[in-house]
């Protein structure tokens, strides 16, 4: 343990070699459970070394992000780089289309911002007021959906393709201020709207790309008011997104063909549906948030979902996904009786509550 120790003291050695082969070294302890202890050490020297190696040589950067990400599991190490300084570090490498490491760090930056302190320091610093116009592709997060948009399947950067950010979106947008941000400017198509540029997504081969999309569709869903610009076919026109992913290649009658979105008709006999159970969970639950309000249901209803609901739900094996599916066609397809209050919060609770099981259910598998 003590040789361990005394290795940390070369990382910040003067001769590049030294520090390549210590980082190297340390790099295969960081990710044992036995040894995590001694990074906590010394008011964790060794993780204030590691940080600073990232903006050293790329090899040895390389290793210094692997070994940070192995160590951000333990809170108490994350919560050592959520500073600032380390923050917009990790971001200029990501945004450097010409480093070998920006999907590292892009992978780190993943990691970190499941912490709420990290996600809002991602965030604008800003008392804007809802309705002030704000050009978001100039904030931090606009600059990353940039590079996430643009870098796909290696297009800017030949050693990255930028899908972990998708999970860097997902979890700004548990946050109300980050759902607000995703969704500013959804009413004005001069402005960009960040959801906007990433729905395209839903149907990525990669499940960790089309995965962080559609967890940051379902959690902006969480803002009611946003709805019917969410919706508007003229504006960010989400429907289609949702959808696209839950439909076969079956037919339907005409008036069902015609009530779908232009996107949903005569669909190739190809089609696949989305395989990933959990994927179909999220896409599901966003249905049910957006059918909180009576607009909401009206207009789920006039653009012939439960259509592509009921012939899902025909294929479906997993009982959590029938369960949502039965949900949704009893919100929708019951007529609304016009003498009951409208509760906005029945739905939205409904779907908190399932995914802190499921969230359970994934740290008991973790724990395994």
Known sequence: MESIKELFDFLIDLKPEVRRIAVEQVLTFSNSPEYVPLFLDEDMKAIKSLKLLVNDTPLIAQSALSALINLSSKVEIASQMTDERFLADIIKIILNTESPNSDIAC??????????????????RSDLDDNTKLRTEFTTIGKLVDIFVRGESNKVNKFANYDHLSGVFANITKLPQGRKHFLRNVEDSE?????????CFTEHPSLLRRGGVISTIKNCCFNIEAHENMLDPNGLNLLPRILLPLAGPEDFNDEEMEALPDELQLLE???????DSYMRELLIESLILLATTKYGRDY???HSVYPIIREMDLQETDERVHELA???????MRPDDPNEQEDLT??????KTKHLEKDEEEVIDELD
């Open 191 to 199: 402005y960009n709207c960040l959801l906007g540029n990433i729905i």
């Open 300 to 302: 789920l209803r006039n």
């Open 346 to 351: 029945k739905h939205t609770e409904y779907v």
């Open 269 to 275: 006999p190809t089609k696949k549906r989305e395989s």
């Open 107 to 124: 992978m780190l930056l993943s990691n970190l911002s499941k912490s709420e302190t990290v996600s809002d320091k991602l965030l604008p």
């Open 326 to 332: 039965l949900k949704y066609v009893n919100m929708t």
